[in-house]
Nanobody, 118 residues
Framework: AQLVESGGGLVQTGGSLRLSCAASGFTFDDYDIGWFRQPPGKERELVAHITGIGTTTYADSAKGRFTISRDIAEDTLYLQMNSLKPEDAGVYYC?????????????WGRGTQVTVSS
């Protein structure tokens, strides 16, 4: 199983970015999939999450600005980020997680860097 993030970069405050996470090696819609962020010197934190049945949740900091979505046919997860702030900066990771018959599968990508200039 593999997750590969892309779409990060440098953007000015107020700008937008769209992150992508391409999945392979597992059945995409069997998993809960989310975006996590790790700011410099801080713990990794959940940004947005979508369950296998399509229910979405967002961190308070992301509500109203970020949108998580997925393309099941393409096995790809997206994060549309608008009105970016300097505090949104960090490495963004994609995670896929499921527990089936007591067996946990937990996959992470290597991350993509987001930098927001003030």
């Amino acid at each position: 199983a593999q997750l590969v993030e892309s779409g990060g970069g440098l953007v000015q405050t107020g700008g937008s970015l769209r992150l992508s996470c391409a999945a392979s090696g597992f059945t995409f819609d069997d998993y809960d999939i989310g975006w996590f962020r790790q700011p410099p010197g801080k713990e990794r934190e959940l940004v947005a999450h979508i369950t296998g049945i399509g229910t979405t949740t967002y961190a308070d900091s992301a509500k109203g600005r970020f949108t998580i979505s997925r393309d099941i046919a393409e096995d790809t997860l997206y994060l549309q980020m608008n009105s970016l702030k300097p505090e949104d900066a960090g490495v963004y990771y994609c995670r896929a997680h499921t527990v089936v018959a007591g067996k946990e599968n937990d996959y992470w990508g290597r991350g993509t860097q987001v930098t927001v200039s003030s």
